[in-house]
């Protein structure tokens, strides 16, 4: 009842376009972004920001990466974390080595230079396609955190490859507590969320599309594929660069190469199944769901539900549980939560009367 | 000149193990076109299931530890868990998954990978356990004497065992009844249906066979290396081996186990120390890439032609 457009007419070509076309929509929007800028950070504890909202912050803009990449331009990716690494130790060494480079440029740098490592590494999508495209870009995945770890000048000659971030500054105001780094995290994730949102209307994200679907067809119709496609993997590689720095800078403090190995690409394309592919919605969807279901799991197993559980097994659940919901998601939803966020919503519109 | 023989030898024979894991992803991607991502998780869950039935059985039925027949009634019941694992595979998950884009599927055997990874270690254990086929991991003797060649025992029996397996597949493949079906649902799900071939079936039969080229496949190399969960990585030393020699080939897993387990081994003798070492992560990745480069479709695999 509540959740109705009727009498809500569009005037002009601007109300016509607008990302969120319906005005309940727009408040709920407006609410939760004042949300979690105004009341998030006096409400949630320590904990919550530095071990919760911040990495799913983070994670989301990895997804929203490996999403623009698989979701809207159907180039299937396995080196996300590689894209990630190349992020945090260039934005690491820009910082390190340019004296007096504000945060924010160094930021950038380090995410066009997992741009440029990406567009070299998106090369080989020109001639092969499918899994084996999966593959090469498993050859990026092995050989970025391999370099990272092999050749100090990257670490700074620290021992096995690990970096400390510096102190973040912005206008020699500091971001030193869970709280301002939570509150910088969701400024850029927000503003590059909100890019990513109309880039996938544009015309690029559109031939990206039509990539996806069919790429010979595509190229019939005059899309220049290896443009579409190498833009594609720049810009993907750019937000997972980004997500990279920040992984390092506002979520961890500490990193070292082995911690972007295989497992962390494969999580962020869970997070995107989970979530819904080709959806800027889902990214953030997959990856809350992702990183708070072994929390959930965690509370449930210290209730007495865990008592019935035995020891052996009660360590290898969360292996378990992740496999079975990835397996149950794809067979019941394989478009993902926003999918059933939209359905819900189709529900809501109908309601009371759906008939 | 005998240590680069020895180097490519050892190597050879190294990567006759690579492509003994590639074979299982190549059967069940032949028969139902997907990419198993479990295959590496199913080796682990075999080596384990065995070892733990040969740790427990002697318990349950009374029998003494050191008895030889416990070892084929351990493998017995070992081939008999694949096959159940193969038939709830297809039950519960590609039943329901028919008609899905290949990505998909290929997403859904990542979680049945961790499916089993965490039911094979809630079952038996974590811990490291070690596995005695009683042949020795020594160098032949009469190679070692006449040509100063230090070529492994074991690795000559493993490539051995791996050939002979290639070859019983092969035969199996081309002369029976139910090969030939495997042989026409690879070429056509469609026609395969409409003459009769119980797809479900086959899917089963396909997925018992993966899961028996995975219990060789875990007992050689966790007779190496040990039982362990590193085991599950084997997976990942099969998948350029398996883009080398294309998706669909049974012969080009052979062939690209060989040229990538050579031309690992030759890299890190002879390339790994210009670059500090430890290139064997990444090294078969590019390799295979390179060669993608140039064929696509991997050495052997079928030509696809994109029609609009």
């Keep these: 009842m509540i959740y109705r457009e009727a009498g809500q007419f569009k005037a002009s070509y601007e109300e016509d376009q607008q990302i969120f076309p319906i005005k309940q929509d727009r408040i709920v929007m407006a609410a939760l972004v004042a949300a979690a800028f105004f009341v998030a950070p006096f409400v949630a504890s320590e904990y919550w920001l530095q071990a919760v909202l911040t990495p799913v912050l983070v994670f989301a803009l990895a997804a929203l990466g490996l999403n623009i990449l698989t979701g809207y331009a159907g180039q ?12 945090a130790y260039a934005t690491y060494n820009f910082l390190l080595r340019l004296d007096g480079l504000p945060f924010l440029v160094g930021l950038v740098l380090g995410g066009l230079s997992a741009a440029a490592v990406g567009v070299v590494f998106g090369l080989p999508s020109l001639r092969i396609k499918g899994f084996y495209l999966a593959m090469a870009t498993l050859a990026a995945q092995f050989f970025i955190v391999w370099a990272l770890a092999k050749f100090p000048w990257f670490s700074n000659y620290s021992s096995s490859g690990i970096i400390t971030a510096q102190r973040i500054e912005i206008f020699g105001f500091a971001f030193d507590t869970p709280a ?17 949102k109309n880039l996938a209307r544009t015309n690029t994200g559109r031939s990206w599309m039509a990539v996806r679907d069919m790429d010979v067809a595509a190229e019939v119709i005059g899309i220049p594929l290896m443009k579409t496609k190498l833009l594609a993997f720049a810009v993907s590689s750019f937000y997972c660069g980004i997500a990279g720095g920040l992984y390092a800078y506002t979520y961890l403090g500490t990193v070292e190469p082995d911690g972007f190995g295989l497992d962390l690409s494969f999580k962020i394309l869970f997070m995107i199944i989970i979530g819904g592919m080709g959806s800027v919605l889902g990214a953030f969807l997959g990856a809350a769901f992702i990183l708070l279901l072994p929390v959930g799991l965690n509370v449930l197993m210290h209730t007495s539900v865990g008592a019935l559980v035995p020891a052996t097994l009660a360590s290898n659940l969360e292996l378990i549980v992740f496999g079975v919901l990835i397996i149950f998601f794809l067979i ?19 309601w009371p009367f759906p008939h | 000149m005998g240590f680069f023989l020895e180097v490519l030898i050892g190597g050879l024979l190294a990567g006759m193990l690579y492509a003994l894991v590639a074979l299982g992803f190549v059967l069940i991607f032949k028969a139902s076109g997907v990419l198993n991502f479990a295959q590496g998780a199913m080796v682990f869950f075999a080596a384990l299931t065995f070892v733990g039935l040969t740790e427990r059985l002697p318990a349950w039925l009374g029998l003494s530890p050191e008895w030889a027949g416990l070892f084929w009634i351990a493998l017995l019941l070992t081939a008999v868990v694949m096959v159940l694992l193969a038939w709830l595979v297809e039950r519960f998950m590609l039943r329901k998954l028919v008609n899905q884009p290949a990505i998909t599927l ?3 055997t990542i979680g049945l990978s961790y499916l089993i990874e965490g039911v094979a270690q809630g079952m038996w254990g974590a811990v490291v356990r070690g596995l005695d086929l009683g042949i020795a991991d020594e160098p032949v003797m009469g190679l070692l004497e006449r040509y100063n060649l230090m070529i492994s025992k074991f690795d000559l029996v493993a490539a051995t065992v791996a050939g002979v397996l290639v070859a019983v ?20 799900h469609q026609a395969a249906l409409s003459i009769g071939i119980p797809l479900q079936r086959i899917w089963v039969i396909v997925w018992a066979v993966a899961g028996f080229v995975a219990i060789v496949a875990g007992l050689v190399w966790g007779s190496r290396n040990g039982v362990q969960f590193a085991l599950t990585y084997t997976a990942l030393k099969a998948l350029p081996v398996l883009i080398l020699g294309g998706l669909t080939s049974v012969p080009g897993a052979i062939v690209g186990g060989l040229i990538i387990g050579a031309s690992e081994k030759l890299a890190e003798v002879y390339l790994g120390p210009f670059v500090g070492g430890g290139i064997d992560s990444w090294f078969p990745y590019v390799l295979a890439l390179v060669f993608l480069l140039i064929r696509p479709e991997g050495l052997f695999g079928e030509k696809h032609i994109d029609r609009v």
């Design chain 1, 76 to 87: 299937l990716s396995l080196g996300t974390g590689a894209f990630m690494a190349v992020g």
């Design chain 1, 180 to 196: 301002r780094k939570y509150l910088l995290t969701l400024a850029i994730v927000s503003l590059l969320a909100l890019v990513a």
């Design chain 1, 332 to 350: 019941v939803e394989p478009h993902g939560l926003t999918r059933l966020w939209q359905i819900g919503k189709e529900k809501l519109r109908l």
């Design chain 2, 169 to 188: 597949l092969a035969l199996f493949f081309q002369y029976t009844k139910v090969g030939r079906a495997l042989r026409a649902v690879a070429d056509d």
């Design chain 2, 106 to 108: 290929f997403m859904a």
